[in-house]
């Protein structure tokens, strides 16, 4: 009698990817054999104590953590039933599609994938945190950042993310939508080692609670070694961590389904390889490894604000597109609890403890309550490549140098964090000694492509040269997802299972789930458009500068005007005709009015025009009728002298709206005091120094140039200024 045990499908792996195709192949009548190597970790067995053999790392007792070291970056993944949702940190956040890179196909854009992102919202039962039912007030951490973003010029940009976590009651449990008992967040901060208190919505108890509860067959202390073809389908080999002398066993299926993530598959396809069990492996295998552009940093309050330490793990999401070098970068920024039994854990590690015990006595310890992580994710090259060395070990290939601009805008985040919240800044030593990052997202290795010649895998993951095996976990997404890429990888598994199912034979089938989901809001849209259109307002960086202009009031007709010129974008000034620059600031006209400007626009060497500058200025009188006035100044010869003269020379008229009779006239002029400081003023705008320095010089060269042409060149050399700058 065999003892290899049959299926109609195997799925490795019960993380983002494997959760999905167990729960839809079993609810669609398969027979399921779920393979995790790692435990079962229920509410109030995750590791608390400060030592690492109690459960922490997986390396040495089976514990919660795989931290694989791949040369070139560190990658750290859970293991257990319930994969990486037993330690992520709840993130369900779709990607903006306008920043996906070309290399993203059109099965795995928005387009496609949002119903079944609604699907997997309902699965997980997402919603943003909100106020901690024990004080009645959101997180200290929450408030802090909100409130430092209001401040900023980019308010809109934040959001608080949808989170796979339940809110409510924390002292009551109540079965969610699947059956299994949940009960409200209690605000300690720890999703990230794991939810003791039961309030999170991690994939054992939603997509493998579904699964387990339509036949599927979970069986943990499992480890894949080994996949191999066989009359009916593929042998599945297993060894038992718990116990390496155990003997391997083997497990049969018409269909193998490869949900391990990124590492963990890809090293396993690889090594199929090379042990030529599945030899027609593509030769693209390995390769478009990304790290997701994660970076991390520590930030430690020098003032009490509150405990940080409270809350979900992420509780907002700041999405920043900004310039860096000649283009701009895409990534988000997130707040982080950091559980004060990290403290006590890292604390432990590190040597010299009788030396800064004496120190804590001495002077006082550090607060916990004051640190927290900051964590950014955008657009890495996604270039990496994972291969087994000589000796067998996986190893990455990877070229930080492309995104030096990815990593040099994230780490000015920092220090702009420490001005703004007066804090102390710390990066993982992995950073500020290897320069080697750290990934909690590993994402490639298994791209899709038409055939073996343009990708691993098909576009609902199956494997090219060996039907029957397919990968639906993060290896499949061909680029970082500048998210927190959970919620993609379950809806393009949800994709890919439902078209497996369909193809074998159940042409309609649908999740049964389907007729209650409610397309679920998408908060990070709202911030991620607010941070698009202004990265195109201010593309290449504002300018800006200001004037004092007054006329001599011999006549009786005086005019002052105080005015702060300004323009957002030079790029778009100089791409612009009209060379239009916005105009604020205040106008006295005697016996009318003393007033601000209500709107007000400069045409600064307007390309159809022969005047050199143009104002037109809206202000309300005292008695409150609207008042416009029209300034022109116009270069009148070629002398050499004419710029200077005739450029700081404003002939203004001023008059009611709806009365152009009753105006007052007069000549404004730029005093050389005030010329003086008039250029002292003008200035670049921008989010780093070298690019108002640049963005200042464009204007500065636009100026001459333009001044120069209407003084002695024809009109054109005026678009030839803003061409050539």
């Known amino acids: 009698m065999s003892d290899t045990v049959h299926a109609d499908a195997i799925v490795v792996g019960s993380g983002f990817g494997g959760a999905v195709a167990a729960a839809r192949l079993a609810q669609a009548g398969y027979s399921v054999t779920v393979l995790e190597r790692g435990r079962r970790w229920r509410p109030g ?52 599609d306008a920043a996906l890179s070309d290399r993203w196909p059109a099965h795995l854009r928005r387009a496609e994938l949002d119903p079944y992102y609604d699907l997997a919202a ?42 796979a976590v339940t809110f409510g009651d924390p002292d009551t449990w109540r079965p969610n939508r699947h059956g299994v008992p949940r009960r409200g967040c209690a605000f300690v901060g720890e999703c990230v080692i794991g939810c003791n208190h039961g309030a999170k919505n991690s994939l054992d108890a939603t997509y493998l609670a579904a699964a387990e509860r339509n036949g599927a067959r979970s069986v943990t ?59 027609r492996l593509s030769p693209l295998l390995g390769h478009g ?3 997701n552009g994660d970076f991390l940093t520590l930030a430690e309050l020098r003032q009490q604000r509150g405990d940080m330490t409270t809350g979900p793990t ?94 040099r805008s994230q780490r000015r985040v920092g220090p702009l964090l420490a001005r703004l919240l007066d804090a102390r800044l710390y990066h993982p030593i992995t950073w500020s000694v290897l320069r080697r990052t750290t990934t909690v997202h590993p994402l490639g290795g298994v791209r899709s492509g038409h055939d073996a010649t343009s990708g691993v895998v098909d576009d609902i993951g199956e494997v090219h040269g060996h039907p029957g095996i397919f990968v639906v976990d993060g290896s499949t997404l061909p680029a970082s997802t500048g998210v927190n890429p959970s919620a993609t990888i379950l809806a393009a598994a949800e994709r890919s299972i439902e078209a497996i199912i369909r193809r074998d034979g159940c042409p309609q089938w649908r999740a049964p789930e389907w007729p209650d989901v409610v397309p679920a809001t998408v908060p990070e849209d709202t911030a991620s458009s607010f941070a698009a259109d202004l ?146 003023t003008v200035r670049g705008t921008g989010f780093t120094r070298a690019r108002r320095i640049r963005t200042a010089a464009r204007f500065a060269t636009f100026f ?22």
Request: overall charge neutral; charged content about 25%.
């Open 314 to 407: 992420i509780t907002t999401n700041t999405v920043l597109d900004v310039p860096e070098g000649r283009g701009s970068v895409w990534y988000q920024v997130q707040d982080g609890a950091f559980p004060a039994v990290l403290h006590d854990l890292f604390d432990s590690m590190i040597p010299g403890q009788r030396a800064r015990n004496w120190w804590r006595r001495r002077f006082a310890a550090p607060d916990a309550r004051r640190v927290f992580t900051v964590l950014a994710m955008g657009h890495d090259s996604g270039d990496g490549t994972l291969r087994l060395d000589r000796s067998g070990n996986l190893v990455l290939s990877w070229r930080n140098r492309w995104q030096t601009h990815l990593y």
């Open 221 to 279: 202390d499992a480890e894949v070694t080994r996949i191999r073809p066989s009359a009916d389908g593929y042998r599945v080999t297993t060894t038992t961590p718990s116990d390496p002398d155990a003997p391997p066993r083997t497990w049969s299926a018409r269909r193998v389904i490869l949900a391990a993530g990124a590492v963990a598959t890809t090293e396993l396809l690889l090594r199929s390889r090379v042990d030529r069990t599945l030899p």
């Open 535 to 680: 990265n195109t307002a201010t593309s290449g960086g504002g300018i800006a500068f200001d004037e004092r202009m007054v006329s001599n009031d011999r006549d009786g007709s005086r005019i002052d005007l105080h005015l702060t010129v300004e323009q957002g974008s030079i790029d778009q000034f100089l791409a612009d005709p009209d060379h239009a620059l916005s105009v604020r600031g205040t106008v006295d006209v005697s016996e009318v009015a003393t007033s601000a400007v209500t709107s007000g626009t400069l045409a600064l060497f307007a390309d159809r025009s022969t005047e050199a500058m143009r104002y037109e200025l809206c202000f309300d009188a005292d008695s409150g009728q609207p008042w416009r006035l029209t300034g022109t100044k116009t270069i009148k010869g070629r002398a050499p002298w004419r710029p200077l003269v005739d450029l700081t020379r404003l002939h203004a008229i001023a008059h009611p709206v709806d009365d152009p009779t009753a105006m007052v006239d007069a000549i404004l002029v730029i005093t050389p005091r005030g010329l003086a400081s008039l250029l002292g």
């Open 45 to 96: 067995d995750f590791p608390r104590e400060p030592a690492l053999d109690q459960g922490w790392l997986w390396s040495v007792d089976r514990g919660l953590y795989d931290i694989r070291w791949l040369d070139g970056m560190l990658a750290v993944q859970a293991a257990g039933w319930g994969g990486g949702s037993l330690a992520y940190a709840n993130v369900f956040a779709r990607p903006f």
């Open 704 to 725: 001459a140039r333009s001044a120069v042409g209407r003084t002695w060149g024809p009109r054109s050399s005026n678009r030839s200024a803003q061409h050539d700058s």
């Open 289 to 291: 490894f990304s790290g």
């Open 122 to 163: 309902h699965m997980l039962g997402v919603a943003p945190v909100g106020d901690d039912p024990r004080t009645g007030q959101a997180p200290a951490r929450t408030t802090l950042i909100e409130q430092l973003m209001q401040h900023t010029d980019r308010p809109d940009a934040i959001e608080r993310p949808n989170l």
